[in-house]
């Protein structure tokens, strides 16, 4: 993604993967709260949540751009990536019930 969108001012290219990867997450987790709470959903649930989307996305980075940005630009940043993140989420949730 670093290749083909812009980082200067604004890191779309992180910005990007985390909101595909809160999508993913919020599909993922409305998929697995439909079956049985049992050892194996929940095993399902780790490696798809937290290995699969915790390895496309990127807190580290998220930080260092915020950390490296003007200040106006990395509270922009900080304020949108958690709202977009939360509609990305609740998005991939209601596509996942359709």
Do not use: K, Q
């Not at 290219?13 to 599909?27: D, E, I, P, R, Y």
């Not at 993922?28 to 709260?33: C, D, Y």
């Amino acid at each position: 993604m670093g290749h083909w969108l812009p980082h200067s001012p604004f890191a779309w290219s992180t910005f990007t993967v985390n909101m595909l990867g809160a999508f993913l997450l919020g599909g993922i987790v409305e998929a697995l709260s439909r079956r049985p709470d049992d050892e194996r959903h929940r095993r399902i649930r780790l490696l798809l949540g937290t290995g699969f989307c915790g390895g496309l996305t990127t807190y580290s980075a998220f930080a260092l751009d915020i950390h490296d940005a003007p200040p106006a630009v990395g509270a922009l940043y900080a304020g949108a990536t958690v709202l977009v993140g939360l509609v990305a989420a609740l998005a991939g949730a209601a596509v996942m019930r359709r």
